[in-house]
């Protein structure tokens, strides 16, 4: 990996080591070595622009979670320029609630929860960032409500005089180099699939795109099995934000000998809550949702799907216009 330190062999082994070291072995120290000072790190609720504040909020994390353990499942990762890495981590997080924080109060509760961080990476360091993590999953496996949760926050956001971001500033936070360039073959039909279930609100292309015994990871910590369960999820959604944009802001394509077909995607949602569905009583928000999903493909079709969406941020914008 040229600008790399020779003791990574390639860009999943450079993930994976440094998420150990930081993480597992707790050398939060170590994130002054991985990061570049001034990385913007993006998540569906906040951006940031500093190690320190990565610092903090790793510190913060592990106080909460002090015995919190990250499972790398995947990386789908390309190499955009000779020295200049995009990889998209998928990780299985497991951890016991014991410390106060921002989920409240310890409870002992035992968590299983999924992220998918993408990450711009040269010269030995993370230089940009874009993540989610499922935190209506550690929400309802705490013993919360993740609308009641979200209300809190977005009246604690009032209270502190932010201003509230509209959808203009959420999509262009989701957007950012490097160009994927346009996709052709499969990427190119999964992207697609995608764009007709939420513009035109057509589930029926599943049929087309997924097999019949794929299985779907979701937000929540929900996992569905078949096409008919992924269309009722989807469903739930398309009912409270109908008629809205998708937008593709990066993609990859892994395809490796003994592996299956992998794609990863980053991408948003952008639309108004009118409909009655998976999030209540319509109040007309701007909502965007700001998503990742990691696809595994055999012969053409979907057997494996991971979607990384933040419930808690979707339930925050809709708290925050009735409070405006």
Known sequence: MQGFDSEFTNLKDYILKITHRIWEERGVDRIRDYYDEHAPVKTPSSTTFHVEDVVRFTLQT??????????????IGSEDIPGTFYSSHRILSTMTHEGDGFFGPPTGAKIRTRIIADCICRENQVIDEWMVRDQSAIVKQIGLD?????????QDLKKSGQAFLSVE????????PPDSGLASGIVKELIETYTTIWETSELRILDQ???RACEVFAPGGNTFNGRSQLADFWTGYLA??????????????????????RIALRWSYSAHHHGEGFFGKPNGAPTVIMAMTHAELQEGKVIREYHAIDEISIWMQIHQHALQ
């Not at 592990?62 to 990386?75: A, Y």
């Not at 993740?146 to 977005?154: G, I, N, T």
């Open 240 to 261: 409270s934000f109908p008629k809205g944009k998708f937008r593709l802001h990066h993609w990859i394509l892994n395809e490796e000998e003994g592996k299956n077909t």
């Open 169 to 176: 500033d959420l999509v262009e936070r989701w957007s950012g």
């Open 62 to 75: 592990l106080q909460m979670f002090p015995d919190r353990q990250l499972l790398g499942e995947d990386v």
């Open 209 to 211: 795109s997924h097999d």
């Open 146 to 154: 993740p609308k009641e949760f979200s209300l809190k926050l977005a």
